[in-house]
Nanobody, 128 residues
Framework: QVKIVASGGASVQTGGSLTLSCTVA????????MAWFRQSPGNEREGVAC????????DYTGSVKGRFTVSRENVNDILYLKMNSLKPEDTAIYYC?????????????????????WGQGTQVTVSS
């Protein structure tokens, strides 16, 4: 049974930092590209970051470039999202997703197509 669980969400002030984690079970983590998405009330789901199976390639949506860093530990089946310089507009539920396509993070495919597996989210709230 596939299980993907995000954790690490919290309430922080503007300018603060958080690191989200995503643990998985039920599939071979090393074979999947992984991505972070977020959704705030009244808004559509938005792609945040994507990382290839090996971790060599990553991609970010423009609003988080330079502030967020996606990484992964294949030996432990964990995905991370390090978030710095947080802004109120970063407030959302953050989800992680997995996809088997080797080019999932390329050419903005991860922003245009649906991932194979989705996990439970974690709430991030940034106050001004």
């Amino acid at each position: 049974q596939v299980k993907i669980v995000a954790s690490g969400g919290a309430s922080v002030q503007t300018g603060g930092s958080l690191t989200l984690s995503c643990t998985v079970a039920g599939f071979f983590f090393d074979n999947y590209a992984m991505a972070w998405f977020r959704q705030s009330p009244g808004n559509e789901r938005e792609g945040v970051a994507c990382i290839s199976r090996t971790g060599v390639t990553s991609d970010y949506t423009g609003s988080v470039k330079g502030r967020f860093t996606v990484s992964r530990e294949n030996v432990n089946d964990i995905l991370y999202l390090k978030m710095n310089s947080l802004k109120p507009e970063d407030t959302a539920i953050y989800y992680c997703a997995a996809d088997l396509r080797p080019d999932y993070c390329s050419g903005s495919k991860w922003l245009r197509t649906d991932a194979k597996y989705w996990g439970q989210g974690t709430q991030v709230t940034v106050s001004s």
